[in-house]
Every structure is written in structure tokens, then in C-alpha cells.
């Protein structure tokens, strides 16, 4: 992590608030400018994102969330791929050097990094009269030959999700000031759900060996469903077709979409969502499905893979297809 013009007060800030998470052998204490990652016969599997202050995250937000959501939504790519966590580096573009953030920071990034057992391995650290950056480029372990890419899907296979949908999106709008907020002036148990449905993503690692084990294609939900899925679509040269009334959501969402103060497309369209899609087998579905039941983690069959090259097609539980207004979040 070297390269600033300042590089003493670099290091001594890389020393205090970094060093500690560097546990890795090949990380060398964070004292060299490169990191070893050893392979015994795997693929290693690469994946970065950055989160930007104002885009991925608000300037309010507190720092330990901040982290959190740096590294997490990588480990959901890695969890896309059926690949276990290995370790990762870091990219920080500072306004300033406030203590009270970055040990806080630095703290939620460790606990993380040992919860996943995805530890530091070096990075960057530089100014930026800008909004603030946090780049993270995670590495992750798969047999060889055996990352589950988005090119794989197969008429006839079962399309699977994991946990719920659209809550972010929501939890965004409340922070925001949006109908959401609005509609749930009564209810802070579910806005602060929602909110930490934002602020947290919650990647699903503990299912990277069953979605390597059985899933044709997989990837995260970052951009949203609709639009995710999408791209899946394209990229294995199928087409979909989805039951929206089985897309699994929230209690939080399903009631906003109930009574009216959302439309459906907001959490099928909605960002940062940060579970798994992905393709299955029909005769392997129920099994999949089994595996996230024991670890906890709910998995809804929600759709089926079918032959051509149009955009996957939502229907209502009457059978009448929906005209979404957008498919996902966009950037540009």
C-alpha cells in the first residue's frame, strides 16, 4: 500500500489501522509493495467493486457500515461463482485522515475479514479532494474448472434466489426521504430492517460449494433482478420466464407492495440486493434448496429457463405478463 506523496504519513497510517488485518504469510506484515497468494491445483477466482460516497453509500453513514459493505459485496461475486474466499486488497481515496473514522473503519473491516476468513493482502491509500472511494479487488479458491460462470443456463433448468428481494432499494429510499419513508412513519422496526438491508449486504458464501455442486449458472444480484437475470440470460443465450408472485420478499416489502405505496418494479428493479441467482437442474432444485434450509439461509425457486433470445418475461399471478418500467440500476 505505498504510492502516496506523503509516503511517512502513508505508512504510519497503513501500520496503525491496516497492519493488524494483514494475517496472511504471503501479505509480508504489509511491509513490500506485492503479496504472494498461493494455489495448490485451484483456479483462483477474481472479482473487484468499488463502493463510492454518494453512490454506493451516503456521507452519513457510519464508518463500520461503509467497510462492511466494501467487502461484502465482493464476497457476494465470490459467492456467484461457487468460490470460497482467499483474500484481498485494498484501495482507499481519503478526503482527510480522521482517526475516529478509520478505526472505526478499520475495526469493522477486520471483524469482517476474519468472520469470512478473507484476510488482507495489500492495497493503496491516497487523497482525494473528491468523494471518498473504496476499491476492493477480492480473490477467491475453486477447483479447477469448476467457477460457476453466466453462460451455462439451460432450458428446462429451475431459476433459484436466495433471501429477499428488493429490501435495499427500500432501505435507500428511506434514507433518502422517499414514499417508503413515508409509508412506514409508524413502523421503525421495519425501516431500520430495511435501512440495514442497505447499509450490510449479507453475501452468501456458506452456499458457494452447493452452488458449485449443482447450479448451471450463477451470479450475485447487484444491479437488480429484472436486470441481472437479464444479462444471465443473454450471456448463456436463453430466455426466462418469471412468476412474480413467488419472488421472495420481505414482510416490510411485500405489505409497501400490497397496499399500493410501491409499484413491484421497484424491488425486482431495485440495486444492491447482493444474493444469488442462479440456474439449476429441475431434478437438482429441491436439493439446493435443502442445503440453504439447513444453513439458514432461504432459497425460492421463483421461475424456469426456457428456449430463446427474448428479455425474460415477469408474469402476475394471473398469468398476464408485467411491462416493467426500468430493468435495474444503472450508473450511467
Same mark, same amino acid.
Given at each position: ?45 477474481? $472479482? $473487484?467493486?468499488? +463502493? ?9 453513514? /457510519? ?16 459467492? !456467484? ?9 485494498? $484501495? ?35 487523497? #482525494? ?18 467457477? +460457476? ?21 427500500? !432501505? ?5 426521504? !422517499? ?29 458457494? *460449494? ?37 419472488? /421472495? ?30 440456474? +439449476? ?22 421461475? #424456469? ?15 398476464? *405478463? ?11
Amino acid at each position: 500500500m505505498t504510492n502516496a506523496q506523503d509516503t511517512s504519513g502513508e505508512d504510519a497510517l497503513i501500520a496503525r489501522y491496516f497492519k493488524p488485518l494483514a494475517t496472511d504469510p504471503g501479505a509480508f506484515g504489509l511491509v513490500d509493495d506485492a503479496a504472494i497468494l498461493r494455489s495448490s491445483g485451484e483456479d483462483i477466482v477474481i $472479482t $473487484t467493486d468499488a +463502493v463510492v460516497e454518494g453512490v454506493h453509500y451516503l456521507a452519513g453513514d /457510519p464508518p463500520g457500515t461503509i467497510a462492511r459493505k466494501a467487502l461484502r459485496v465482493n464476497l457476494s461475486d465470490l459467492a !456467484g461463482k461457487g468460490a470460497v474466499p482467499a483474500g484481498f486488497v485494498l $484501495t482507499l481515496a481519503l478526503r482527510n485522515k480522521e482517526d475516529a473514522w478509520l478505526t472505526q473503519f478499520a475495526d469493522a473491516l477486520g471483524e469482517d475479514a476474519r468472520a469470512f476468513a478473507c484476510p488482507l493482502l495489500g492495497g493503496d491509500t491516497v487523497a #482525494t479532494p473528491g468523494p471518498q472511494m473504496i476499491s476492493i479487488t477480492a480473490f477467491g479458491r475453486v477447483p479447477q474448472g469448476r467457477m +460457476v460462470g453466466r453462460t451455462g443456463a439451460r432450458a428446462g433448468d429451475r431459476i433459484l434466489v436466495t433471501g429477499t428481494i428488493g429490501d435495499a432499494a427500500l !432501505g435507500l429510499d428511506i434514507l433518502k426521504g !422517499g414514499p417508503v419513508a413515508q409509508a412506514l412513519t409508524s413502523d421503525p422496526h421495519a425501516r431500520e430492517m430495511l435501512v440495514s438491508r442497505y447499509r450490510v449486504p449479507q453475501p452468501r458464501n456458506l452456499l458457494a *460449494e452447493a452452488v458449485r455442486d449443482h447450479a448451471t449458472a450463477a451470479m450475485d444480484v447487484s444491479d437488480g433482478l429484472a436486470g441481472d437475470l437479464t444479462k444471465l440470460c443473454a450471456a448463456s443465450g436463453v430466455s426466462a420466464i418469471i412468476e412474480v408472485a413467488t419472488v /421472495p420478499l420481505s414482510a416490510a416489502a411485500a405489505s409497501l407492495v400490497a397496499s399500493n405505496a410501491i409499484g413491484i418494479d421497484m424491488p425486482l428493479a431495485g440495486g444492491d440486493d447482493y444474493e444469488v441467482l442462479c440456474t +439449476v437442474p429441475a431434478a437438482q432444485s429441491d436439493e439446493l434448496i435443502a442445503v440453504g434450509r439447513a444453513m439458514g439461509i432461504p432459497v425460492a425457486a421463483i421461475g #424456469t429457463i426456457v428456449e430463446g433470445s427474448e428479455r425474460p418475461r415477469f408474469l402476475d399471478g394471473r398469468g398476464k *405478463e408485467l411491462v416493467l418500467q426500468r430493468l435495474s440500476y444503472s450508473h450511467f
